[in-house]
């Protein structure tokens, strides 16, 4: 019994240990894995909602990378830039979605190389 409350005593007392962190190369290698699945989707896919949805997880990774950087140089610099990404990602969204559905609308179609008949 007193083993056991010297050992709590003891614990008790000791400094709180600082939290492992994830290292900045961890975080790089996930970005660069979205960045890298983003593009593949946009340069294999033929279906335009699958590309604008590959654009966002290309969009998604350099916010990664821009938060990432700004977490461990102490600076809200990222924050900052990954807002404006953010409001242009949705500005994006929207402007795609829209083509996407004047495209299904002409068509009954949604493929990237149906693209060139909403010229006229």
Do not use: C
Not at 43 to 61: D, K, Q
Not at 80 to 95: D, G, K, M, Q, R
């Amino acid at each position: 019994m007193t083993h056991t409350l010297i050992t709590l005593a003891a614990a008790a007392a000791a400094p709180p240990q600082a939290a492992p962190t994830i290292p900045l190369s961890w975080y790089l290698y996930v970005a660069l894995a979205l960045f890298a699945i983003g593009a593949l989707g946009v340069l294999i896919r033929r279906n335009a909602l699958t590309v604008l949805m590959s654009i966002e997880i290309m969009l998604n990774a350099v916010n990664l990378t821009f938060l990432a950087f700004a977490r461990f140089h102490g600076d809200m610099g990222g924050h900052l830039v990954t807002f404006f990404v953010i409001a242009v990602a949705a500005a994006e969204a929207a402007v795609g979605l829209a083509l996407v559905m004047s495209l299904f609308r002409h068509n009954k179609a949604v493929h990237v190389d149906a693209m060139t008949a909403l010229r006229n």
